[in-house]
C-alpha cells in the first residue's frame, strides 16, 4: 500500500494520512504493552503511514518512550511530531506552560525520550494566556536555529494567535480537531491558515471513534476518559441523538462500499489540499482500515449528501465539557 503525501506549511511534505499514538497510552481505555505499540506503529510504517504524533502529556512521557522504541532503526522513515506545554502536576491536575524556559527545558526532555536528534514538527499544544505567543514562539524559534526541530506548529489555538505566532517564525502547520463532527475552526482558523500558507494536522478525525459507528455509549470502560463528563457526545441523549447522524452517515458509506471510518476520513482530506489526519488507534487492523481512505475520492454528490445528513452545528454536545483550553 501507497500513501500519497502532502504538503502543509514551509515546504515539510508528510503522509495525508498519519497516526495519532495518543491512545496507546492513556485516555482511551488501558495503556497498551510496549511489544503491542510497537508492533502496531512498525507495521503502520510498512504501510506507508509515517506521519507519527505524540506529545510529552500523553502517559505522561510513557508515549514518548513507546514511540521512540519503535523508531529504533527506523527513524529516517518518519515525519515525528510532538507537542509542548500541557503539564501534568503530580496530582493529576495539569498546567500550561508557555514561557521561554520551559519551551526549552521541554524540548530536550522529548529528544531524550524520543531517542532523535531532531523534531521533524514541534507544537505549543496549548497557549499559555500568561505568556505573549511571541516569546513562546521565539523560544521555539531558537530551537530550529540550534537544529533541535525542524518545523514549527500550534494546537487549538485561534486566527489571531496564529497571525500573530507566524510573524515572529513561520508556521508549517495547526493542529487542531476537525471532523464531520466538529467544525468550528471554519470559521475564522481555516481561512486565516489558508492566507497564511499554514497546513492542517486533523486530529480526532473520527469523532473520538463515535464516527466510527462501533463505540458505544460512555466509552470502553475503565480508563477511557469518554465516559466522563469531559467529553459530552459520549452520555445520554447526546449519545443517543449523535447515532442517529452516524446511521446517516454509515448509509452514504455502504453505498460507496466503504466504512464509515473511511468515509469520515476521506471528508477532511477532501476539504483542503492542505490537511492531513491522524486518527489514533492500538490496533494494526484499524490502522489499514484508515489507510484504506486514501484510495476514496468523494464526488461532489457524496460531499453533498454528508452535508445534508449532518449539517454543521448539527452534533449534540460541545466537544469537550470545559472549552476555555482551546481557540486561545
Not at 497510552?25 to 504493552?33: A, E, I, K
Not at 447515532?243 to 460507496?256: D, F, H, N, P, Y
Request: glycine share 12%; proline share 4%.
Amino acid at each position: 500500500m501507497s500513501i500519497p503525501t502532502r504538503q502543509l506549511g514551509q515546504g515539510l511534505e508528510v503522509a495525508e494520512i498519519g497516526l495519532g499514538c495518543m491512545g496507546m497510552s492513556q485516555f482511551y481505555g488501558q495503556p497498551v504493552d510496549d511489544a503491542d505499540g510497537i508492533a502496531t506503529i512498525r507495521g503502520a510504517l510498512d504501510l506507508g503511514v509515517t506521519f507519527l504524533d505524540t506529545a510529552d502529556m500523553y502517559g505522561p512521557f510513557t508515549n514518548e518512550r513507546l514511540v521512540g522504541k519503535a523508531l529504533v532503526g527506523r527513524r529516517e522513515e518518519v515525519v515525528l511530531a510532538t507537542k509542548f506545554g500541557n503539564v501534568r502536576n503530580d496530582d493529576g491536575s495539569r498546567r500550561i506552560d508557555g514561557s521561554p524556559a520551559y519551551v526549552r527545558k521541554a524540548c530536550d526532555d522529548s529528544l531524550q525520550r524520543l531517542g532523535v536528534e531532531v523534531i521533524d514538527l514541534y507544537y505549543c499544544h496549548r497557549r499559555d494566556r500568561t505568556v505573549p505567543i511571541e516569546d513562546t514562539v521565539g523560544a521555539m524559534a531558537e530551537l530550529v536555529e540550534a537544529g533541535k526541530v525542524r518545523h514549527l506548529g500550534l494546537s487549538e489555538m485561534s486566527g489571531e494567535t496564529i497571525r500573530a505566532a507566524h510573524a515572529v517564525h513561520p508556521i508549517t502547520a495547526v493542529q487542531s480537531e476537525y471532523s464531520i463532527f466538529t467544525r468550528d475552526i471554519e470559521d475564522e482558523v481555516l481561512p486565516t491558515m489558508a492566507e497564511l500558507g499554514i497546513g492542517l494536522v486533523a486530529y480526532s478525525p473520527l469523532g473520538r471513534g463515535l464516527l466510527t459507528g462501533t463505540l458505544p455509549k460512555g466509552g470502553k470502560g475503565e480508563g477511557d476518559t469518554r465516559g466522563s463528563a469531559y467529553f459530552p457526545r459520549f452520555a445520554g441523549e447526546a449519545y443517543d441523538a449523535n447515532q442517529v447522524l452516524v446511521g446517516k452517515l454509515t448509509e452514504i458509506a455502504s453505498a460507496r462500499g466503504i466504512t464509515p471510518a473511511q468515509l469520515a476520513l476521506a471528508w477532511v482530506l477532501a476539504k483542503g489540499r492542505s490537511y492531513t489526519v491522524i486518527p489514533g488507534t492500538t490496533k494494526l487492523s484499524r490502522v489499514e482500515e484508515n489507510a484504506g481512505a486514501a484510495d476514496v475520492t468523494l464526488t461532489a454528490d457524496d460531499l453533498a449528501a454528508i452535508e445534508v445528513a449532518v449539517p454543521a452545528g448539527a452534533v449534540a454536545g460541545d466537544r469537550y465539557g470545559d472549552m476555555s483550553s482551546v481557540n486561545g
